[in-house]
C-alpha cells in the first residue's frame, strides 16, 4: 500500500498517470461481491437489496429503476425499452459491455463507478448507484463493495427458521 501511494503521488505530480491514479483512488482494497440482488417494495418505496456474506446492504431507488432491474433480474422484457434496456442495447451493439460496478457511500449518498470496456480500452464512469446496479445485471458483471461499506452500512440478514407444530 505504501508503494502504491507513493506510485500514485509521482504519477500525479508528472502527470504521466492521470488516469491510472483516478481509477486506483476510486478502488478499495477489501472489495465484496454482491452475490444476490433482489427488489423489494417497502414503506418508503423500492428498495434494492444487495445481499453478500451474512449482510444486506438496501438501497432506496425511484420505481423506474426498480421496474429495470426487475426486469433484468427475471428476463421480463418492457414493451418500450427503459434507459436501462437502451444503454445495453447500444453499449452491445458498438462492442462494448459492462465489466464491473463499484458501489460506494459519501457523505449519505450511494455512487456508482461503472467500467466499461470496448475494444482495446476500458473506461470508468460515475454513476447513480442504482443505473450502475441495472447495467451490471444486464451484462450479468459483478457488483463489488467495499467491505467497510458493507460492514458499516450492511444489516444483517434475518435466517427465519422453520416453523414447527
Known sequence: MKHLRRLLSLCTVVGLCAGLAGSVAKAQVGQVEIKNVEVRLSDHGPVILLKAEDRVLPIFVDPTVAGSIQGALTGQKMKRP???DLMHTILETFGGK???TVITLKDGVYYGDLTVAMKDTSKVFDSRSSDAIALAIHF???ILVGRDLLD??????QESKPQTL
Open 140 to 142: 450479468k458483471a459483478p
Open 152 to 157: 458499516s452500512a450492511g444489516k444483517q440478514i
Open 98 to 100: 459492462v465489466t464491473r
Open 82 to 84: 427503459l434507459s436501462h
